[in-house]
């Protein structure tokens, strides 16, 4: 089977998923979206209002920031994969819970597996901490590690420059280290 044909059986699988206590209120799931063969893959923590009612990632306005600082780097949505470690919205956009991510995980790992990107950006605590097993975004952030034989880079999450303006700035200089990996 062709990876892009998994790639939305997967999607498929992720939209009517009810391994967790998510699936009983979201409007939709949002799976993910992007390039199929993408070079860089950017994972968030969890869909928002707007992401849950569009079915999409990051279309807020965090996503309109994600979408300025790809521009930075001569990058659009469409040039990368773009999801998140929970694939449903939590009531009140509280933070995911430990079971929630780990009832979603499998699928994050397939879609790894299947896009086979070259370069992770994992955005904020929640997802870098799920896919490297360390929190601490502060420290992190513009870091290289290893995710099974990938290079991964944890960054802040978009929403952290909209409530914290200064952290942009950092942000920009975060993705610009990117270019490297383009």
């Known amino acids: 089977m062709k990876l ?21 209120d979201r409007k939709n799931a949002v799976p993910g979206e992007g390039d199929r063969d993408p070079d860089m893959m950017f994972v968030g923590e969890a869909p928002g209002e707007n992401e849950d009612i569009e079915g999409k990632p990051f279309v807020g306005r965090a996503g309109d920031l994600l979408e300025e600082l790809l521009e930075e780097v001569g990058l659009s949505r ?47 605590n929640h997802a ?14 513009g870091k290289e590690f290893e995710y099974e034989d990938r290079i ?23 993705m610009r280290s990117l270019q490297k990996y383009i």
């Open 128 to 141: 870098t901490e799920t896919l490297i097993g360390e929190k601490g975004i502060g420290e992190l952030h």
């Open 78 to 124: 469409e040039d990368v994969f773009i999801t998140n470690v929970v694939k449903c919205r939590p009531p009140d956009n509280r933070d995911p819970r430990k079971d929630e991510i780990e009832a979603c995980n499998p699928y994050l790992v397939k879609q790894i597996e299947c896009l086979d990107p070259n370069v992770i950006v994992s955005l904020g």
């Open 152 to 174: 991964l880079i944890p960054m802040y999450h978009p929403a952290a420059g909209l409530y914290n303006p200064n952290l942009k700035e950092t942000m920009l200089e975060d």
């Open 4 to 24: 892009v044909e998994e790639i939305e059986m997967l999607a498929m699988k992720i939209k009517n998923c009810e391994l967790c206590r998510l699936h009983e």
